[in-house]
């Protein structure tokens, strides 16, 4: 079957596909790819993610159907609270990942890849607001090791600037340049640790990642986007941890209030 055959099969795949090519077009975004050509034409793979941006799915889904694929991402289950997500997570093959309790979201991801799909981890997490990596979760290694697949190492390098955390949005015509590199296929060796193929898996888009700035152009200094390395102002990664720690104490402080409200609605 060919890949224009299965991409008829999913309309509303296809719908979004193309609202996300007019959606570059009319930001007259310079989106610019290297290595498409690692994308397997067919079977299972894991393409693993740097995270910056609320957007960056935008540029590597539209480089995966380049490459005449179509890549099912993990995304946080919050979204299922909304009924037009739950319709497009429903009919596009994306896994929502309830973050205290991700077994379920780690067989459909398996499951997926034996299918032959390409399935986009973000190895992070959670985006990173000093756009340097953070620690990695061992779910990428372990799915592609279960499930007997590759892992495509990819960068996204630019997106922070139209939408991230902290940051300033920027989702008008702005001739934004973004680079997107797909690395060569990463093989999870069977005798290495989970552990320490993700940390192999880590050094290795570390290199991309500095790569990919190298190749970028310039990195004004002072601006939010711009790493503190690079002489930017985003907060270094040791700041950043602080600032999340606190962001991560906030939102469970507001999850038990509202527990305690509904508890106290139902006892009423």
């Known amino acids: 079957m060919s890949s224009g055959t299965r991409r008829r099969r999913e309309p509303v795949y296809r719908a ?10 009319a930001q007259g975004v310079d989106l610019r790819y290297t290595g498409v050509q690692n994308i397997p034409e067919t079977g299972g793979a894991v393409l693993a993610v740097n995270h910056t941006s609320y957007v960056d799915f935008i540029p590597v889904g539209l480089g995966a159907h380049r490459a005449g694929r179509r ?8 979204v299922m609270d909304l ?14 990942v309830n973050r205290s309790h991700g077994t379920d979201a780690y067989r459909i991801a398996v ?9 986009a981890v973000y190895p992070e997490a959670t985006i990173s607001r000093s756009f340097e990596l953070k620690e990695f979760k061992s779910g990428a290694v372990r799915m592609a090791s279960e499930a007997g697949v590759p892992i495509i190492p990819t960068i996204v390098w630019g997106s922070q600037r139209q939408w ?5 949005r920027n ?14 296929p990463f093989t999870v060796e069977p005798d290495g640790s989970p552990e320490r193929e993700t940390l192999r898996l880590r050094d290795t888009m570390n290199a991309m990642l500095h790569e990919v700035q190298d190749a970028y152009g310039a990195h004004p200094a002072g601006e939010f986007w711009v790493p ?26 507001a999850r038990a209030r509202r527990a305690a409200e509904i508890r106290a ?3 009423s």
């Open 16 to 25: 979004l596909e193309i609202i996300a090519n007019g959606l570059v077009r």
């Open 71 to 78: 890549a099912r991402f993990l995304i946080k289950s919050e």
């Open 83 to 96: 009924a037009i997500m739950r319709f497009l997570v429903n009919h596009t093959g994306t896994v929502p």
């Open 111 to 119: 499951a997926r890849l034996r299918e032959g799909r390409l399935v």
């Open 164 to 168: 991230t955390k902290g940051g300033k």
């Open 171 to 184: 989702m008008g015509r702005s001739r934004i340049p973004i680079l997107v590199r797909f690395g060569l």
């Open 228 to 253: 503190s390395r690079l002489g930017g102002s985003a907060p270094t990664p040791q700041e950043a941890a602080v600032i999340e720690a606190e962001e991560a104490l906030r939102k469970a402080e």
């Open 265 to 267: 609605r139902r006892a």
